[in-house]
């Protein structure tokens, strides 16, 4: 019944790359932005990234900055978030998420309607 499913977690050490992928399961994502949040253990969740419907406007909080990209391909129904650099600070479950009715798109949790059950990013060595 899940509508997004994530992929690409995993355990990784300081500075090295994973690309996470957020696939749509049986309904079309191109007209919905796309944001991804991430939870790390006793704190709230918090917004990453994010990628509009088109595709051309993404965002990104400032702790990810230069660090992360975020794209999609609506042919494959799926976006991807390559992260880069990563630190411990960067471990936590992310989560994909699809909001309507956004022009650009957004990293405030509030606006997304629809939601993946996570993946798990751990960044240690």
């Known amino acids: 019944q899940t509508l997004l499913v994530e992929s690409g977690g995993g355990r990784v050490q300081p500075g090295g790359s994973l690309r996470l992928s957020c696939a749509g399961s049986r309904w079309n994502l191109d007209v919905w932005a796309i944001g991804w949040f991430r939870q790390a253990p006793g704190k709230e969740r918090e917004g990453v990234s994010c990628i509009s419907s088109s595709g051309g406007y993404t965002e990104h909080a400032d702790s990810v900055k230069g660090r992360f990209a975020v794209s999609r391909d609506n042919a494959k129904n799926t976006v991807y978030l390559q992260m880069n650099s990563l630190k411990p600070e960067d471990t936590g479950v992310y989560y994909c998420?699809?909001?309507?009715?956004?022009?650009?798109?957004?990293?405030?949790?509030?606006?997304?309607?629809?939601w993946g059950q996570g993946t798990q990013v751990t960044v240690s060595s």
């Open positions: 998420a699809a909001a309507p009715y956004l022009r650009t798109c957004t990293v405030v949790p509030k606006e997304y309607d629809r």
